[in-house]
């Protein structure tokens, strides 16, 4: 079957199988960024945004994307960057797996709520797993990032 | 993950139940989150998407929630926060994240009445019906207490009746499938308790309050007699030793903030 997505802002036409997952169609798009991080839709490192809103790709049928706006971390590369330089700067990321997923959700958090509370944030991003930092390094950069006093 | 030979998006809920009860492995879509854990071979994925089932309608009476809406769309209306206080919230907030809850949807949530659902433990807390393509309108009492079949869930209807309710849940950690979840209301004096996850389906009890909340021996004879019409069981997140001690604790907790 076809669909027609707009992919990162570009319109495209492209013929996919009907049990073909978001995830996977993206990545056949060129969208490596995207990634398989788990079986069980728990991790959220294939986060990307459907129509503007986090979703995971995993579990999204591509079939569902027709005629929607579709945005990975290829799509906001300057906010991404901005983002990823300041996780760096204050040492907050070790092997960088999970940042896809993670950068998508901050993001999307910055977007519908620019000034959240710490409770609010940890909610946000408590679909983001990493196996690395035990959070606390991510936490102290992000309370940095939105202003929060920490607690 | 399963394979799936046609994907449909039906112009109609007769299309779509049409197909549903041809084929056994022809299913309904909702977020896909569960069905994709299956390994099936499906025949035909029923897409309800085009149906205009993604609004939450509201009037004075109350809202009618249709199935393709996401759990965050319950979660974020800023209605339903005021009108139960927060309660929906509640019991939304800890399934795994903000990116699944925008992809699971109420019908994915509801239909297949799973024991651990906070869904359905929050809804059997509150004046609610389901209206079923097939079978029109069940009481969500009703319903729980039947199996899914092969019909289809089109909303789910919550009254406004002015009662107040708080939601509690045991969890180990965060995000993790609860120990034990409890909603309590509150309605003309009476409470209606529900206790989920432990780990059987949702089940709700109607009792009068307590005589004496604030005398130990009348609050523990109480919880006792509450938690006595339960059945507790055993799986890896806890025994039912354990959840039948937790459920005095929450449903105290839950009375406490009721505050009545
Ligand atoms: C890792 C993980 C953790 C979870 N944790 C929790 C938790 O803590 N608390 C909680 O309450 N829930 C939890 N859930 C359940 C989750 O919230 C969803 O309810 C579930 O994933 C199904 O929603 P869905 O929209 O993706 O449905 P799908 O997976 O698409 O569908 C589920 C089933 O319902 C059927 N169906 C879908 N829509 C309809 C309809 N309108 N009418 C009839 N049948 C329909 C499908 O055919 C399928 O059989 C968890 C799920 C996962 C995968
Ligand atoms: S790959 Fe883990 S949530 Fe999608
Ligand atoms: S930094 Fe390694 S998984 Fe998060």
């Not at chain 1, 971390?73 to 901005?82: C, D, I, M, N, S």
């Not at chain 2, 079978?135 to 319903?143: A, L, N, P, Q």
């Not at chain 2, 209301?185 to 089940?203: F, N």
């Not at chain 2, 890896?236 to 039948?244: A, F």
Request: proline share 2%; net charge neutral; aromatic share 8%.
């Amino acid at each position: 079957m076809k669909i027609t997505v707009t992919l990162n802002g570009k319109r495209i036409e492209a013929e996919i199988t009907p049990d073909m997952m978001l995830l996977d169609f993206v990545r056949s798009q060129g969208m490596k960024s995207v990634k398989r991080g788990c079986d069980t839709g728990n991790c959220g490192l294939c986060t990307l945004w459907l129509d503007d809103k986090p979703v995971l790709s995993c579990s999204t049928l591509a079939a569902r994307a027709n005629g929607k706006k579709v945005t990975t971390l290829e799509g906001v590369q300057e906010e991404a960057k901005e983002f990823s330089d300041f996780l760096a700067g204050e040492g907050a990321d070790q092997c960088g797996f999970c940042s896809p997923g993670f950068i998508m959700a901050v993001l999307a958090l910055k977007k519908e709520n620019p000034n959240p509370t710490a409770e609010e944030m940890k909610e946000y991003l408590a679909g983001n797993l990493c196996r690395c930092t035990g959070y606390q390094s991510q936490y102290r950069a992000l309370c940095k990032y939105f202003g929060i006093q920490e607690v | 993950m399963y394979t799936m030979k046609n994907y449909v998006q039906v112009q109609s809920l007769e299309e779509a139940y049409e197909l549903r009860t041809k084929n056994k492995n022809n299913v309904i879509l909702g977020g896909n989150l569960w069905l994709k854990m299956t390994t099936r071979d499906l025949s035909t994925g029923i897409d309800l998407c085009n149906l205009g089932l993604d609004r939450i309608e509201e009037d004075e009476s109350g809202y009618a929630i249709g199935c393709m809406c996401s759990l965050r769309d319950l979660e974020t209306n800023v209605s339903m926060e005021t009108e139960f206080g927060g309660a929906v919230k509640d019991a939304l907030r800890h399934i795994v994240g903000v990116q699944f809850r925008n992809t699971a949807t109420v019908g994915g949530s509801v239909f297949p009445r799973f024991g651990f659902s906070d869904v359905l433990t929050l809804l059997a807390a509150l004046d609610c019906e389901v209206e079923l393509f097939n079978k029109g309108r069940v009481s969500i009492k009703d319903f729980i207490l039947d199996s899914p079949d092969h019909d289809i869930l089109v909303k789910v209807m919550i009254k406004k009746d002015k009662r107040k309710v708080v939601y509690e849940t045991l969890r180990m950690t965060e995000t993790d499938f609860g120990v034990l979840n409890c909603a309590v209301s509150v309605k003309d004096g009476k409470y209606t308790i529900v206790l989920g996850a432990a780990p059987r389906k949702a089940k709700m009890v109607e009792v009068d309050p307590c005589s004496n909340w604030e005398d130990k021996e009348a609050k523990d004879a109480w919880l006792e007699e509450v938690v006595n019409q339960y059945i507790f069981g055993t799986n890896m997140r806890g025994s039912k030793e354990y959840r039948r001690a937790m459920a005095k604790v929450l449903i105290t907790r839950a009375v406490d903030r009721l505050g009545v």
